[in-house]
């Protein structure tokens, strides 16, 4: 299932990487193909009426098509969706060509299709472009039932050489998206999370609240709980037993609490031994008995250095600025610390 969904994940990607520039070139496109009917009127030698509708008939496609890409992103019906204008393209030049009296430019007009096709191959994935240009030589062969192409050995012999070499840039193309896309990947995970203890840093708040509004709330429910509490005495633990353990102490204290907390909640290394928890709909009481429960299950557990205890600071958020929450926190921290420590204190404002 965790394939599927990286899979999912990387196509959606290339694909927003793409996108403005494959939807244009479906529109350009569109609007170039009704260019043609130029050259019909030049092999008839007079208005092509022939040819008109043909030639015109993608416009209506193409609204459509700027329609939803406006209203959808999804890289599974957008790139199939940018193909069926393609192949509608290739219908509509076949049809105008069942009327021209003289047929033996048809092969340009398909190597042009597939030069479209490849700039369309951009943001879709190799297997939907592979079909996509396959299906393309099929339009050719099925149309020749009817249109007896007098040079169609010189169609497939350009046609399927390009083909193929279509096929294999956009390979090439979605290996080199990839090393792309796992550089973007890991460089966002360390915008995000703390390198040494592995939970999320304090940038994760910004990220949030650009993604989900201004309000905490938002994201956790209507009751929110902050939770601010650092290791005791940690400076000792450094000078003591060296920096080396001390980071063994932090991996350890995260790891405990990492235990306690649901999915839903935030733990955030807010710096050095200073960590916040953000509880998803939790009152004051749930708060204070949570920060009560992880207290006493940090003194509990043996991290293989020394005994450690952790001071915790509680407040709520109530719609107000998150900061003025983490405020509230820190100085019920620092009561709880001005009080000897090992403790919980809690401050509303």
Excluded at 249 to 265: F, G, N, P, S
Aim: glycine share 6%.
């Amino acid at each position: 299932m965790n394939q599927t969904l990286n899979k999912q994940s990387f196509y959606q990607s290339k694909y927003d990487f793409y996108r403005l520039f494959c939807n244009t070139v479906v529109i350009v496109s569109c609007l170039a193909s009704t260019t043609y009917f130029i050259s019909d009127c030049q092999l008839f030698g007079r208005f092509a009426i022939e040819t008109f509708f043909p030639r015109m008939n993608i416009l209506i496609p193409m609204i459509a098509f700027l329609f939803l890409s406006r209203k959808c992103h999804d890289y599974r019906i957008m790139t199939i969706a940018s193909y069926v204008i393609g192949h509608w393209i290739m219908w509509n030049t076949i049809w105008a060509i069942y009327y021209l009296p003289d047929k033996t430019h048809a092969s340009e007009g398909f190597i042009i299709m597939h030069t479209m096709f490849f700039a369309m191959g951009f943001c879709a994935p190799f297997s939907y472009s592979t079909i996509a240009h396959v299906l393309l030589i099929g339009d050719i062969l099925v149309s020749y039932s009817f249109n007896h192409y007098e040079n169609l050995d010189i169609m497939l012999s350009l046609g399927i050489p390009i083909m193929c070499g279509i096929c294999a840039s956009h390979y090439v193309m979605q290996k080199l998206y990839k090393v792309h896309y796992h550089m973007t990947q890991k460089l966002q995970h360390i915008s995000m999370y703390d390198a040494l203890t592995g939970v999320y840093n304090r940038n994760v708040l910004s990220q949030l609240l650009q993604e989900d509004g201004v309000h905490l709330k938002n994201i956790f429910g209507k009751n929110v709980a902050v939770l601010l509490f650092d290791i005791d005495w940690f400076k000792k633990v450094n000078d003591t037993y060296g920096h080396v353990k001390g980071d063994v102490v932090l991996k350890e204290v995260t790891a405990v609490v990492q235990k306690l907390i649901t999915d839903e909640d935030f733990i955030i290394r807010w710096g050095g031994e200073e960590f916040v928890i953000i509880l998803h709909n939790a009152t004051k009481e749930k708060g204070m008995q949570f920060a009560e429960h992880i207290r006493s299950k940090v003194e509990e557990h043996d991290n293989g250095v020394c005994r450690i205890t952790i001071s915790v600071g509680v407040s709520t958020y109530n719609g107000q600025d998150y900061k003025v929450a983490i405020d509230a926190a820190d100085q019920a921290l620092y009561e709880a610390k001005r009080k000897g420590r090992n403790r919980v204190e809690y401050r509303d404002k």
